[in-house]
């Protein structure tokens, strides 16, 4: 459950559209220390959206969010926003870290050379503090082994928990999972997934975009439905897949889940 009550993360009326699409539609959320938040919902539906804006990876259109008192808002609303947001975003990146779909390694890099590489060049830590380090967070998800190879003689799954690893190593407050094994083959899928319960379990706070239904009921303890751009539902597992309250929630339950 939430160790404090006052959010790590606050979502105000966020809005994001691309022209006359509108992608998301006025959310509002707060995220608490030590939660594990699965973000579930149809293809479409705006989940991804609302995970890249909270990294400012996309512009607000209008709305607010604010990261540890740092703060993005909407370019609708005042076009010097845009300024504002762009350094905002330094800030909030520093503590909060994002794993994607595709593991985007660097090819030319060892499996080591990947984990150091940000805290070496954007924190100018110490390299030898920083390998050892390294070595023990690629230990923590089961690679410790392949440090010297590389991300092509690597599995998808491989790549995925050095890509885990290589997020960890900027000890981040946050990480947002962008569906972490939608590009996986499904006998690697239990291996990242194994991966993310260790790291809940540690008390780390976590937004996972996720089709993985059997994660979100087990692993989450906040389970957000999102359908058109909306959230529809925002509960406990049970109570989002047991008790669904609106009728689209349990119409793509009834299809996902066989109830």
């Avoid at 609303?77 to 870290?97: F, P, S, T, W, Y």
């Avoid at 993310?196 to 008390?203: H, I, P, R, V, W």
């Avoid at 439905?225 to 109570?239: A, H, K, W």
Wanted: charged share 30%; proline share 4%.
């Amino acid at each position: 459950m939430a160790e404090s009550r006052k959010p790590v993360i606050s979502v105000h009326d966020l809005a994001k559209n691309y022209g006359e699409l509108k992608v998301l539609r006025k959310i509002d959320m707060d995220i608490y220390k030590g939660e594990v938040v699965s973000v579930i919902g149809p293809s479409g539906s705006g989940k991804s959206t609302f995970l890249r804006c909270l990294n400012y990876l996309e512009e607000l259109t209008s709305g607010e969010i604010d990261i540890g008192g740092v703060s993005l808002k909407g370019i609708d609303e005042d076009k010097h926003n845009k300024k504002l947001n762009e350094k905002a975003a330094k800030v909030i990146r520093k503590n909060v870290g994002m794993v994607f779909q595709q593991f985007n390694l660097w090819p030319h890099k060892t499996v080591l050379e990947n984990v150091m590489e940000c805290p070496v060049q954007v924190k100018k830590a110490n390299k030898e503090e920083t390998k050892k380090k390294a070595m023990e967070l690629l230990a923590r998800v089961g690679m410790d082994g392949k440090a010297d190879a590389y991300p092509t003689q690597l599995s998808g799954g491989q790549q995925q928990r050095v890509a885990i690893a290589r997020t960890l190593a900027m000890e981040p407050e946050v990480i947002l999972f962008d569906e972490p094994t939608s590009a996986l083959d499904p006998e690697f899928v239990g291996e990242v997934l194994n991966v993310m319960k260790d790291l809940a379990q540690a008390g780390m706070t976590m937004i996972v975009v996720t089709h993985e239904m059997g994660f979100a009921a087990e692993v989450a303890n906040r389970v957000c439905f999102m359908d058109g751009g909306y959230v529809i539902e925002d509960g406990t597992p049970e109570e989002v897949f047991k008790h669904p309250k609106s009728d689209r929630a349990k119409q793509f339950f009834s299809k996902i889940l066989n109830v």
